[in-house]
């Protein structure tokens, strides 16, 4: 586990050191829509970029203004702050439009932060519809971004190195959704804190060694006996997007509960899905990105993503969610009204939390909300 | 059997001492920095009252913001659970808390078990607090507890827009320039908090009957303001300080866990 958590906790982690010592390239990227096997296929590392070690606002707060979310204002300020110079590049995708958003205000700080903005920076688009016109289009948006890479990286994608980049994450996607499996049981044998950690690490490690990691990992889990389930409530974690193992933490840190599912986009509800290995790769690689997202950024899924919220809290006998969204997320804002309004109607207890993103910040507030709703679990 | 109850919160910090449903003596003093010393403080004050010791107390249970560091409790448990028992102790037909106290507003709903059902609190904005009555008290320099009965002398209808407390607080500056009458100011400042308590209770589904808990509950121009704009008439609480319920609510699970631990009782939540 320690290499999960150093990977998943610290910007300049052992992985990255490792893979710059190798002089190969390393690219960040912002959102769960892009591929990482595109780079992967190439010999370059894909990063997902994180705001965690973000100290103060004065940058992100600048360039963005005060009534947006604190994510991509945190990864801002890292960018300002050469938190990110280990990157080669960086791929904005317009996951929200504060995302969308990092795109202008990164350039727009590089013309007074000199030097942070990566020697590759490109906008990539992705629609908000997944089928007909709008598949066609991402599939377009990946070529061309394809093209980018190997222009300016000097590489050559084939079909071929993307067909055994799939094949290398796919690996780590059914470890993944073996380790979810294992929450479904009674006596759940480790804690969401420690899934979420693994998750998290696979945004950041090499690929084939985050996958021996997981194997061995998971063969552990395997035989490992004692509940950690055992008199705690069962709870699923959603919301905004988070890379904050510290969430998890303190859900289950004073021994009432254990987080047993969450649907957060750096969680196993994006990285423990299979993509197609027979096709076109770019195509694969299309459908799943796109199609198989459950993020409220995407129009008219609504019925869809509660059906398999609704899947995922049975599998895993949920007692309660709690539903966190960073100030200002729109998104998930409204998105976690509706299910609150669903799934409380169906019987599930929920608990929304509005918060910022950040190193934990606001801790106490957040503790006394989901005391009392373990409280009103008990009952 | 003697049970205690410690409520330590943002502004201030209150015991209870109660013996069979009964309150034997309670306390409310200023919380200090540390909540260790204002439980120790307040804790000591309750005993001394009832002329007791802690040798004398089966059980305590903590609550409120500061309930992790009180080195005396047995347990702890949520404000939410603690206004939510002792409203329910005293007034069984309520189904809607409203708690405002120094430093939060929460609305709490309960079914018809008592148990609660929803809540909601305010999110980081002290503004619909405790904290926001003190802060424009003190720029009317107007005593606190005096600010229910001025708001009612008012004659002229003010409206106070700015919810944030900082700026509310130029409003007013800006309507005591005007030369408009201290209690308007103050019966417009009852409104407008009220507006926003109301706004957060509302989203949770006001159900009657609804109580007041907490300090503010003292204030009868909020009491009152808060029932216009629910629309609805909130029950007062008979014969108890509204802000001591947290407290006693804690000695109430205090005395269910002192009776089960003597095998006398199965606890309700």
Known sequence: MDEFY??????????????????????????????????????????????????????????????????PKCLLQ?????????????????????????????????????????????????PHKSENHGMAWYIEELRILIKKIENHFNVKVTDDNLADAIKVYNQGRRMLQEIESLRYRDDVVVSGTDIFAATVAGTVMQREAYNQALRRWLEELKNRTTSLSAGKKRLMLIGSISDEIELFRMLEENNDAIVVGENLCFGIRHEGNEI????????????????????????????????????????????GVVMQNIRFCDLHGAENSLFERDLEAMGMPCLKLER???????????????????????? | ??????????????????????????????????????????????????????????????????????????????????????????????????????????????????????YIYNDKCASGTGRFLEIMADALEVPLPEMGAMGE?????????????????????????????????????HKAMAKRVASL?????????????????????????????????????KGIDPQIMGAMGAALYAQEEALESNGELKKTG
Not at chain 2, 157 to 180: D, H, M, P, R
Not at chain 2, 202 to 219: C, L, W
Not at chain 2, 220 to 233: I, T, Y
Request: hydrophobic content about 40%; proline content about 3%; overall charge negative.
């Open chain 2, 1 to 118: 059997m003697i049970v205690a109850g410690c409520d330590i919160g943002s502004l201030t910090a209150k015991a209870v001492i109660m013996e069979n449903d009964k309150i034997l003596s309670h306390a409310v003093i200023r919380a200090k920095t540390r909540p260790s010393e204002s439980a120790d403080e307040v804790m000591e004050m309750v005993l001394a009252s009832a002329g007791l010791t802690m040798d004398d107390i089966a059980c305590v249970m903590g609550t409120g913001y500061g309930r992790e560091q009180i080195s005396f409790v047995d347990h702890v448990k949520s404000e939410i659970s603690c206004h939510a028992k002792a409203a329910w102790h005293v007034l069984p037909s309520v189904r809607m808390i409203i708690d405002i106290g120094g430093q939060d507003a929460k609305a709490t709903r309960l079914d018809d078990n008592g148990n609660v059902a929803r």
């Open chain 1, 356 to 379: 910022e993103y950040g190193p934990m910040i606001d801790v106490g507030r957040m503790k006394l909300r989901i005391n009392a709703f373990l409280e009103r679990l008990r009952v």
């Open chain 2, 153 to 189: 002398r008012s004659t002229e209808k003010l409206q106070i827009s700015n919810q944030c407390v900082i700026f509310a607080e130029t409003e007013v500056v800006s309507l005591v320039n005007e030369g408009k009458e201290t209690a308007d100011i103050v019966s417009a400042l």
């Open chain 1, 78 to 126: 890292l960018a300002g702050k050469e938190k990110f110079m280990f990157l080669d590049g960086a791929i904005i995708t317009p996951g929200c439009d504060g995302m969308r958003r990092l795109d202008e205000c990164w350039r727009k700080a590089a013309e007074d932060y000199k030097g942070i903005l990566p020697d590759f920076f490109y906008y990539f688009d992705v």
């Open chain 1, 276 to 319: 197609d290995e027979h096709g076109d790769p770019v195509e694969a690689l299309g459908r799943h990105y796109l199609q198989s997202s459950v993020c409220p950024r995407m129009y008219g899924k609504y019925k869809e993503r509660l059906a398999l919220l609704k899947q995922k809290l049975d599998a895993a006998r949920v007692d």
């Open chain 1, 6 to 71: 150093d990977a998943a906790t610290r910007l300049n982690c052992q992985a990255i050191r490792d893979w710059q010592a190798t002089e190969r390239p390393i690219v960040g990227y912002t959102c769960s829509y892009t591929p990482g096997e595109i780079f992967h296929s190439v010999d370059i590392l894909p990063v997902r970029l994180k705001g965690i070690e973000t100290e103060g606002m004065e940058i992100g707060d600048t360039y963005y203004g005060p009534f947006i979310c604190s994510f």
């Open chain 2, 201 to 237: 209770a509302k989203s949770i589904e006001v159900k009657e009957d609804v109580v007041m808990t907490g300090g503010v509950a003292k204030n009868s121009g909020v009491f009152k303001a808060l029932s216009e704009a629910l629309n609805v008439e909130i029950k007062s609480i």
